[in-house]
């Protein structure tokens, strides 16, 4: 019974008391305000959505023509999604970064929001990145895995 007890309260540490979320939604956006705006959005359920959106050249155009994309995410994918939300600690960082570092900098600079929802909480981070800001490792490498998905599959 003793070692029982000892392997689960090993494995309870090892695995840091998290478990992967069964149900949730991460979207991410980059946006240069007032031109352009890209965003992924990826479910429990293995779907996602890439919509891009050029308003400078839509406003040119004179109509808009936001490109969409969706579909099914491979398993591979998937569970390096899933990981990757999991060791971010998304609700243990900050609501927003790198607007308080200079008032009169304009918001053509690129914005970067990020929302994800599980298990009935919601977690909104927005993010104008300056040379002072800085992030967790794993959440530097959900952003990269981000990006390298949205260029695969865009």
Known sequence: MKINLWLFFACVLLTGCRSEPKEFS???IMESIDAYKLTLT???RRQFTIEEQNFFFDRHANHYNPVRKE???NKTDFKEFKKLLNNSNLFEML????FDVEEDQTL???IYQIHYKTDGQDKFISIRLDDST???GAFIKLIEYT????NKNK
């Open 108 to 110: 053509h600079d690129i």
């Open 26 to 28: 991460y979207t991410f």
């Open 42 to 44: 990826i479910d429990h």
């Open 147 to 150: 990006n390298s998905f949205i």
């Open 71 to 73: 579909g099914n995410m």
């Open 95 to 98: 609501d927003d970064y790198g």
């Open 134 to 136: 800085q992030f967790p």
